[in-house]
């Protein structure tokens, strides 16, 4: 079993936590994330040091206890140094821009796709075909990588689409000539 819940959270000093009721606030040098607990949990603030507990063994409020120490520690992360995700563009004529608030992928499809960002999403194009995002909330930045994604997802034969940087793509052999 997980002991993940029962380590204990180091606030750095920038850093600034308050409890109102269920929700808790974490507000730092990038900004601030607010999140509602759920009843099963109790926050304990000591000195800079962030614990979480629950009031009985029930393993499914032990795992909720690991679930919201994750979550308060990925907020906390998130306002200090924030998070970025990496996308490639691999295709011939494959293309990316930012124009305002939106991102712009040409991928193989007859007309432009024209991408909203969701509100503390930032991009930047390098090369016309790496795209950078960058979100204080990981939540909300893996889920925007992952739309980007499914607009074009990487094909196992050529490797054409849009995958994260750091993804391997199982490539499967073509046809091959019948012999006879």
Request: positive net charge; contains cysteine; glycine residues 10%.
């Amino acid at each position: 079993m997980s002991r993940i819940g029962k380590k204990p959270v180091q606030l750095p000093d920038k850093v600034q936590i308050t409890l109102d009721g269920d929700i808790i606030n974490v507000k730092g040098p990038k900004g601030s994330l607010a999140r509602k607990l759920h009843p099963a949990v109790n926050v304990e603030i000591d000195n800079q040091v962030l614990n979480v507990s629950t009031d009985t063994s029930d393993k499914k409020k032990v795992a909720l206890q690991g679930l919201y120490r994750s979550l308060i520690y990925n907020m906390v992360h998130g306002v200090t140094e924030g998070y970025e995700k990496k996308l490639v563009l691999s295709g011939i004529g494959y293309r990316a821009e930012t124009k305002g608030k939106s991102l712009v992928l040409s991928v193989g499809y007859s007309n432009p796709v024209d991408f909203a960002l969701p509100d503390g999403v930032t991009a930047a194009v390098d090369k016309n075909v790496e795209v950078t995002l960058a979100c204080i909330d990981k939540e909300l930045l893996g889920q925007a990588a992952a739309n980007i994604r499914a607009i074009r997802p990487p094909e196992p034969y050529k490797g054409k689409g849009i995958m994260y940087a750091d993804e391997r793509i199982i490539r499967k052999a073509g046809k091959t000539a019948g012999k006879d």
